[in-house]
Nanobody, 124 residues
Framework: QVQLVESGGGLVQAGGSLRLSCAATGRPFSSYDMGWFRQAPGKEREFVAVISWSGGSTYYADSVKGRFTISRDNAKNTVYLQMSSLKPEDTAVYYC?????????????????WGLGTLVTVSS
């Protein structure tokens, strides 16, 4: 079992930055890949970014490439999502998730554990 708690969401103006954190407890943190997803009001949940267990591989959705950076600190059992140049369309609930043993993936069905999410609101 893995428990995930996201933090760092809030209200920010367009063009601003936020850093989300996701703290994990349970099985060894360095044994699984971590992803971020988001769900905007009235829309389906979508992939944002993923990082491999070692931190050596990352992959981003085209919509956030060049603006968002995913990273992890295995000593702190935490994964981060640094978001810059935020746009109103980035407004969503952001979720972190764990994928065990499947390799990095953008498919939400490849993820086994999910946090409850943190709300990011970008005002125009």
């Amino acid at each position: 079992q893995v428990q995930l708690v996201e933090s760092g969401g809030g209200l920010v103006q367009a063009g601003g930055s936020l850093r989300l954190s996701c703290a994990a407890t349970g099985r060894p943190f360095s044994s699984y890949d971590m992803g971020w997803f988001r769900q905007a009001p009235g829309k389906e949940r979508e992939f944002v970014a993923v990082i491999s267990w070692s931190g050596g591989s990352t992959y981003y959705a085209d919509s956030v490439k060049g603006r968002f950076t995913i990273s992890r600190d295995n000593a702190k059992n935490t994964v981060y999502l640094q978001m810059s140049s935020l746009k109103p369309e980035d407004t969503a609930v952001y979720y972190c998730a764990v994928s065990v043993g499947r390799g990095i993936s953008s498919g939400e069905y490849d993820y086994d554990y999910w946090g409850l999410g943190t709300l990011v609101t970008v005002s125009s």
